[in-house]
């Protein structure tokens, strides 16, 4: 064979391998990573009810110890998690050895050490299942049912990224004022018949208290994070100003999140990413209210972005606050990996997951019906955003790849 039939045939070879490569095995491997999705999805859902029960079966470590070494860079608690029950029981119903004020912020809340030594935030219920809050979608005080209801809908959709919350009734007079440090203590009162407390934080006030039903409170209890694990508080490049006629830049730029891919964390690594998933979970529970937000210290921007305080979500069903979703809208990309999840949880999946992930909640019915048809219209509209901007610059540039190992190591 000449030389130059040669070099033809070897550029045909070429060719031909350069088709198979883009056309072939990256379509395979799409499709393998869809599978996949796919599988998980499905896991997902056979596990979705949670019971709590008070047992640790086949290990002697107790639940605090396996909830800490659940907790990874990229994780609070891994996909598979049979002992989910047993930790969120011990949460709702181990003794209560020390109550003090909760740590600085702006809403009422008590740190609580249980048994074992475990630390928990209590929020306590400041509102009813149908009560609606009115005025800014940031208004009003925490609620804690949002907490529970944030927990489970950050399992439903694969982030694995909020820590723990389960529902918690204490009676303030037995198992909170003995053990209460002299500071707390000091916010104690009695409104009617009913024990009340009203706590230190910046817009605590004793004209304000949370009260009891008598002296039972219902509140939700958080899982503090292990302390091998400490945070590193950002402002969120999306916060706003909460200024009466004063706008950030992002709600006028239109060229904004071109200015935030050149600033670090969001110029490499998966924070830009995790911004758009949390703008997607903000959306849905109504959460405009995320100014800043946590990581671990020292990650180089590797660490996620940590799904804390999601307590001022779930307050009007009928407010539709779309600027959430600006992070999505303005830099045009998603996770395939989320993109996928959110179209599984299509025609009432969502709602119905919800439901039943939140049903052996102590404070259940967690949520009331308008809240959950909301989410189910909401996730509607997270769809059509990413398909206008699938529209405008295809999907090769507005899907994302980004499947990153986790280690349980």
Same mark, same amino acid.
Request: charged share 25%; glycine share 6%.
């Given at each position: 064979?000449?030389?130059?039939?040669?070099?033809?045939?070897?550029?045909?070879?070429?060719v031909?391998?350069i088709?198979?490569?883009?056309?072939?095995?990256d379509?395979?491997d799409?499709?393998?990573?869809?599978?996949e999705?796919?599988?998980?999805?499905?896991?997902?859902m056979?596990?979705?009810?949670?019971?709590?029960?008070?047992?640790?079966?086949?290990?002697?470590?107790?639940?605090?110890?396996?909830?800490?070494?659940?907790?990874?860079?990229?994780e609070?608690?891994?996909?598979?998690?049979?002992?989910l029950?047993a930790?969120?029981?011990?949460?709702?119903?181990?003794?209560?050895?020390?109550a003090?004020?909760?740590?600085?912020?702006?809403?009422?809340?008590?740190?609580l050490?249980?048994?074992?030594?475990?630390?928990?935030?209590?929020?306590?219920?400041?509102?009813?299942? #149908?009560?609606v !809050?009115?005025?800014?979608?940031?208004?009003?005080? %925490? +609620? $804690?049912?949002?907490e529970?209801?944030?927990?489970?809908?950050?399992?439903?959709?694969?982030?694995?990224?909020a820590p723990?919350?389960?529902g918690?009734?204490?009676?303030?007079?037995?198992?909170?004022?003995?053990?209460?440090?002299?500071?707390?203590?000091s916010?104690?009162?009695?409104?009617?018949?009913?024990?009340?407390?009203?706590?230190?934080?910046?817009y605590?006030?004793?004209?304000?208290?949370?009260?009891?039903d008598?002296?039972?409170?219902?509140?939700?209890?958080?899982?503090?994070?292990?302390?091998?694990w400490?945070l590193?508080?950002?402002?969120?490049?999306?916060?706003?100003?909460?200024?009466?006629g004063k706008?950030?830049?992002?709600?006028?730029?239109?060229?904004?999140c071109?200015?935030?891919?050149?600033?670090?964390?969001?110029?490499?690594?998966?924070?830009?990413l995790?911004?758009i #998933?949390?703008? !997607?979970?903000?959306?849905?529970?109504?959460?405009? %209210? +995320? $100014?800043?937000?946590?990581?671990?210290?020292?990650?180089?921007?590797?660490?996620?972005?940590i799904l804390?305080?999601?307590?001022?979500?779930?307050?009007?069903?009928?407010l539709?606050?779309?600027?959430?979703?600006?992070?999505?809208?303005?830099?045009?990309?998603?996770?395939?990996?989320?993109?996928?999840?959110?179209?599984?949880?299509?025609?009432?999946?969502?709602?119905?997951?919800?439901?039943?992930?939140?049903?052996?909640?102590?404070?259940?019915?967690?949520?009331?019906d308008?809240?959950?048809?909301?989410?189910?219209?909401?996730?509607?509209?997270?769809?059509?955003?990413v398909?206008?901007?699938?529209?405008?610059?295809?999907?090769?540039?507005?899907?994302?790849?980004?499947?990153?190992?986790?280690?349980?190591?």
């Amino acid at each position: 064979m000449k030389l130059k039939q040669r070099v033809v045939l070897l550029a045909i070879l070429l060719v031909i391998f350069i088709f198979t490569k883009v056309f072939l095995i990256d379509n395979l491997d799409t499709s393998a990573a869809n599978r996949e999705d796919q599988r998980a999805f499905h896991r997902m859902m056979t596990s979705l009810r949670v019971e709590l029960v008070p047992r640790l079966d086949h290990t002697l470590q107790s639940p605090w110890e396996i909830a800490a070494q659940w907790v990874v860079p990229r994780e609070v608690y891994p996909e598979e998690t049979p002992e989910l029950g047993a930790i969120m029981h011990a949460m709702a119903t181990k003794k209560i050895i020390k109550a003090d004020v909760g740590y600085k912020g702006t809403q009422l809340k008590a740190l609580l050490i249980l048994e074992g030594g475990q630390k928990v935030v209590f929020k306590p219920k400041r509102y009813s299942r #149908d009560y609606v !809050v009115e005025g800014e979608p940031y208004a009003g005080y %925490d +609620r $804690h049912n949002a907490e529970v209801a944030a927990f489970h809908l950050d399992r439903i959709l694969g982030f694995r990224r909020a820590p723990l919350v389960v529902g918690r009734f204490v009676n303030l007079r037995t198992e909170i004022k003995p053990v209460a440090t002299e500071q707390l203590l000091s916010t104690f009162l009695t409104v009617g018949n009913n024990t009340c407390f009203y706590g230190k934080c910046y817009y605590c006030r004793e004209t304000e208290p949370a009260c009891a039903d008598g002296d039972t409170m219902e509140g939700s209890v958080t899982l503090w994070l292990p302390d091998v694990w400490p945070l590193q508080k950002h402002r969120h490049p999306w916060g706003r100003t909460y200024r009466e006629g004063k706008l950030a830049r992002w709600e006028y730029d239109e060229s904004y999140c071109d200015a935030v891919k050149k600033t670090s964390p969001y110029d490499s690594g998966p924070r830009l990413l995790d911004i758009i #998933d949390t703008a !997607v979970f903000d959306y849905l529970i109504g959460n405009a %209210d +995320r $100014h800043h937000y946590e990581s671990f210290q020292d990650d180089e921007g590797a660490s996620m972005l940590i799904l804390l305080d999601n307590a001022k979500s779930f307050g009007n069903p009928s407010l539709d606050e779309r600027s959430i979703l600006a992070p999505l809208y303005q830099c045009c990309i998603i996770r395939v990996s989320t993109w996928n999840r959110l179209n599984y949880l299509k025609n009432g999946v969502l709602k119905s997951a919800l439901k039943s992930a939140m049903a052996h909640d102590p404070i259940s019915p967690v949520l009331s019906d308008p809240h959950l048809d909301t989410m189910d219209q909401r996730l509607l509209s997270i769809l059509a955003t990413v398909k206008q901007c699938t529209d405008q610059f295809g999907m090769d540039t507005v899907l994302v790849e980004d499947r990153m190992p986790l280690s349980h190591l």
